[in-house]
């Protein structure tokens, strides 16, 4: 199953969608002046167990580098992704302000 990621600014949130346009996960977030806070992931229960979200993870942190964002992370799940993957996001993922 091929997913996207995308920023759904009016909810406050990166979605992991299917190709059909439901959304399997997402990851909630409080936009800042100087970096947004990362809240909160969470993956549809019938997409438990697949990797789901380690791509909305991915997707959302890849996103903001695009975008030349910086992030707060105060998700227990967020923090224990960038702990497996030292130095990946380091130019994104900012101590708190």
């Known amino acids: 199953m091929t997913l996207s990621v995308v920023d759904n600014v009016d909810l406050r949130r990166f979605e992991t969608r ?6 399997a996960g ?4 409080v936009p800042r ?6 809240m909160h992931t969470e993956v549809d229960p019938a997409f438990k167990g697949q990797g789901l979200g ?4 991915r997707g959302a942190l890849d996103l903001l ?5 910086r992030a707060v992370v105060e998700c227990p799940f967020v923090q224990r992704f960038l702990q497996r993957h030292p130095g990946e996001y380091d130019d994104v993922v900012v101590a708190p302000v």
Do not use: C, K, M, W
């Not at 997402?26 to 977030?29: A, L, R």
């Not at 380690?54 to 993870?57: P, Q």
């Open 33 to 38: 002046a100087q970096a947004i806070l990362i």
């Open 65 to 69: 580098r695009a975008d030349g964002r």
């Open 18 to 23: 299917t190709p059909e346009g439901g959304v």
């Open 26 to 29: 997402f990851v909630e977030y």
């Open 54 to 57: 380690s791509i909305v993870v």
